[in-house]
């Protein structure tokens, strides 16, 4: 066998070192510190702004935003087009899906609570995550790695300065007048030219309704806005939303119409705007819906067509609220303190009564400026047996003209005719046409009742009688004899 020859090292200056288990792991730790010092930990992978929040529609499809992002040269114009069209894609789903909780939203049955256990079990939110998740699947696959790192970048910056500018830090400086920044979008108005804000309490009181009375609203005043873009219009309020239907985000505690949710908000900032730039309320609405964008006002189409922001664009908008003229302003003078809260409301007029009807009923016309409390107040008597009278409940709306019963009509103490008969009906009936014929009709004996025909009259000679009935008997006597003489 072949043997190679053995290679000898000549021994080491060092001391030779024998290192247990322990040991090398005391070396290893020494060694990573040394190397930490040396060179910096690796960055943290950014997650995309579109992966913690539906925000493709609002940087995207906003005109005044995605100007800026063309400006930028992030993408190039086809690039552009393509994530435009997935942001646009992301928008009608979640369209969608806000569409289908409406059922839920304007049940008039179910309370608050019900309301937002119901979206829990339907799953809004979640089905809010797997859209988004899937528009950021689209733009990693359809985008190649450095534009969407450019992207991504751009996009969590400008976010971050949207927020600064349109997030509750903005609203730190108090705003003496009622005109802000708001976030527009659309809705189907069927024609009419008008505006939604969410306060439903302004629909009501447009379209006369007295549910909000209480709260400081006046029906019939005609509420509109002043909203402007590229040139200003005014459009009454006759419809609730988007979002929110008590978010009178205008108002203050202290105003005549005060807030009614979410007052610890700043003046002028709708709840949706804090939920999507500062996750108030946990992001969602009243309802418990994620807030997919910070929708403050909807606009029908030819009112958005006419202040310049074309169908299809939602941007910000300045509206002025023209009810709110003079609500916290101080008095003449310029001292002391704010002018009294209370709204100007005129004198109703003198409540007028119903008389009562022959029957015994009371019926009541719904005057102008009157609810269903005051008219209860009116008459003495209790909102329940108004309900129970007219089948109303506590969501039921009263409107002007209309009748009300207050006292139903008592039991008729007199018997009806089906029992007694009317003393003035004729005792004999009056079919007989003889009485109405000026010519004398004699009664025909086929029209007499008789119960045997041989039955003597009361005018019958006896001896007439005789004579017939000797007659009969001879003319017997004849047919027998004649029978007899046949049989001979």
């Not at 060694?31 to 010092?37: H, K, M, N, P, T």
């Not at 029957?359 to 107040?377: F, K």
Request: proline share 11%; hydrophobic share 40%.
């Amino acid at each position: 066998m072949n043997t190679l020859p053995r290679t000898t090292f000549p021994p080491s200056p060092l001391p030779s070192l024998r290192l247990s288990a322990s040991g090398l792991f005391l070396l290893a730790l020494l060694l990573i510190s040394l190397v930490d010092g040396f060179w910096p930990p690796p960055a943290p992978i950014a997650v995309p702004a579109w992966e913690r929040k539906p925000v493709l529609e609002y940087l995207l499809l906003t005109p005044s935003i995605a100007r800026d992002l063309e400006a930028a040269a992030v993408l190039t114009p086809a690039q552009l087009r393509l994530v435009q069209r997935i942001a646009a894609l992301e928008a009608a789903q979640l369209r969608r899906l806000e569409q289908d909780s409406l059922p839920v939203v304007l049940d008039s049955q179910l309370t608050l609570e019900q309301k937002r256990a119901a979206i829990q079990r339907m799953g809004y939110n979640q089905q809010v995550a797997a859209i988004t998740n899937a528009s950021s699947e689209a733009l990693a696959l359809l985008l190649d790695p450095a534009s969407l790192t450019r992207l991504s970048s751009w996009a969590s910056q400008r976010w971050e300065q949207e927020v600064v500018t349109h997030g509750i830090a903005s609203f730190s400086i108090p705003r003496a007048e009622r005109s802000y920044k708001i976030f527009a979008t659309r809705y189907d108005s069927g024609g009419r030219y008008a505006v939604a804000l969410p306060d439903k309490c302004l629909k009501f009181a447009n379209a006369g309704i007295h549910v909000c009375d209480s709260d400081g609203y006046q029906v019939n005043q005609g509420y509109m806005v002043i909203i402007s873009y590229d040139s200003s219009v005014g459009a009454e309020v006759w419809e609730s939303g988007p979002w929110n239907v008590d978010d009178n985000y205008w108002a203050g505690l202290s105003d005549p119409q005060p807030r009614r949710m979410f007052a610890d908000l700043p003046l002028g900032m709708p709840e949706a705007q804090a939920a999507y730039f500062d996750g108030y309320n946990g992001g969602v609405d009243q309802f418990g819906r994620e807030v997919v964008a910070p929708f403050g006002i909807d606009l029908a189409r030819q009112v958005s067509i006419d202040i310049g922001l074309q169908p299809g664009n939602n941007d910000w908008i300045t509206v002025s609220y023209m009810w709110t003229d003079g609500w916290g302003k101080k008095p003449a003078g310029g001292q002391g303190q704010e002018a009294t809260s209370a709204p100007v409301t005129p004198l109703p007029p003198p409540a007028q009564t119903s008389t009562p009807n022959p029957d015994g009923s009371l019926v009541h016309e719904v005057q102008n400026g009157q609810a269903l409390w005051s008219i209860a107040a009116i008459y003495g008597v209790t909102l329940e047996e108004i309900y129970q009278l007219n089948n109303l409940n506590e969501s039921s709306f009263i409107h002007p003209g209309d009748l009300l019963v207050i006292h139903a009509a008592p039991p008729s103490p007199t018997p009806t005719l089906t029992n007694t008969p009317s003393p003035t009906l004729p005792p004999t009936p009056t079919r007989a046409p003889f009485t109405r014929t000026p010519l004398p009709v004699t009664p025909s004996p086929t029209l007499t009742p008789s119960p045997s025909p041989v039955t003597a009259g009361p005018g019958l000679d006896p001896v007439l009688l005789l004579l017939i009935g000797g007659g009969a008997l001879g003319l017997g006597l004849l047919l027998v004899g004649t029978r007899f003489r046949r049989k001979e």
